[in-house]
């Protein structure tokens, strides 16, 4: 299965920088030759005033108030190294809803 890192382009998270987030992470992905990862966009995950919000599925990381200078970290996790816990600040609770939704196949 490949990989997706689905970045939210909801009202909210727009406004504090996520459509540039995700064209930063897809030519990050493009340039490191990271053929088994999608970035792609996502409809809400329902925690817009903790955005923008950044998911990576299936290894169920979520990324919360990701700001450009946090793309480092979150590219080294995605080419393996570690999980980037100061952004891994959203409730359990919504976590599982949304990763029981991804789980259906709604991207
Ligand atoms: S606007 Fe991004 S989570 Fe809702």
């Not at 897809?26 to 999608?38: C, M, Y």
């Not at 990381?61 to 393996?80: R, T």
Request: aromatic letters at 6%.
């Amino acid at each position: 299965m490949k990989r997706i890192c689905l970045v939210c382009q909801n009202v909210d998270c727009k406004s504090r920088g996520s459509e540039e987030i995700m064209k930063e992470l897809q030519q990050r992905v493009a340039d490191q030759g990271l053929t088994d990862l999608e970035v792609k966009p996502y409809l809400c995950f329902g925690a817009c005033q903790e955005g923008p919000n950044v998911v990576l599925y299936p290894e169920k990381s979520w990324y919360a108030g990701v700001k450009k200078e946090d793309l480092d970290d979150i590219m080294k996790h995605i080419a393996g190294g570690p999980h980037v816990t100061r952004l891994d600040t959203i409730d359990t609770s919504l976590k599982e809803l949304i990763y029981q939704l991804l789980e259906t196949g709604v991207f």
